[in-house]
């Protein structure tokens, strides 16, 4: 039996790639979250990558810039190369859990490769193959979490009517303005939303599952215990 790891041991374990797939409501948010604060490792984003690249003025972010300006979608080879700088940085050795990446099987494509070719070859990271880990939450329970968002237009906080709702129906709690029903919380927009990420995320994980390497967790129960199962399968793996 392996003992149990103290917050010590565990803040300088070695512990890999994480990848997180889910779609939008299901809550990886939460769970990178606690997943960085447990093995206090960086969550790589995507999202993050573009606009440092683009605010810091590098050659990547100038690419990035011009065709995001024209209306279209940077390419793979853009963001590739994105996520390769990030992940060669000295804070990624011990591991690091990735948001927003890989969004395409071609994208999963290069950093099989690139995890194989590059990262294991130059840092202690044991060569292994990454956690991939699905938050799996049914299509109605998504539409309820997210359609039930209600936001404070001056204060910026965040309710929702079915887990988290205001003190008073329908006001802040902290200053007292009506809250309102954003556009993107709007159910036409979120109902579009989650058919183009199943479309797209599908052959995605279908792609891990194949190589056998996707474990799906029930995205239906309380975060905190998703929190649990996630931390031992990640456990599991790094030992």
Not at 38 to 57: C, E, F, K, M, N
Not at 213 to 237: F, N, P, T, Y
Request: charged share 25%; proline share 4%.
């Amino acid at each position: 039996m392996v003992e149990k790891s103290t917050a010590v041991d565990v803040k300088m374990a070695i512990v890999g790639p994480v990848i997180l797939l889910g779609a939008p409501g299901a809550g990886k948010g939460t769970q990178a979250k606690a997943i960085v604060e447990h093995y206090a490792i960086p969550q790589v984003s995507t999202g993050d990558l573009l606009r440092d690249h683009v605010s810091r003025g590098t050659e990547l972010g100038k690419q990035a810039k011009t065709i995001m300006d024209s209306g279209k979608l940077v390419s793979d080879e853009l963001v590739c190369g994105m996520v390769a700088e990030r992940l060669s940085r000295p804070d990624c050795a011990r591991g690091f859990i990735l948001d927003g990446f890989p969004r395409t099987v071609g994208q999963a494509q290069w950093l099989d490769n690139w995890l194989a070719t590059q990262l294991f070859e130059k840092t202690g990271l044991r060569k292994s193959a990454p956690v991939v880990i699905n938050i799996a939450v049914g299509y109605n329970l998504l539409l309820q979490r997210l359609t039930g968002r209600r936001s404070c237009p001056t204060c910026g906080r965040i309710y929702n009517v079915h887990y988290s709702p205001p003190r008073v129906a329908d006001l802040c709690d902290a200053d007292g303005a009506r809250l309102i029903t954003r556009r993107d919380d709007c159910e036409e927009v979120i109902s579009e939303r989650l058919k183009a990420y199943e479309r797209d995320t599908l052959p995605l994980i279908e792609y891990y599952r194949a190589k056998g390497q996707l474990v799906e967790v029930d995205g239906s129960r309380g975060m905190d215990e998703i929190s649990v199962e996630a931390l031992k399968l990640i456990d599991g793996h790094r030992l």
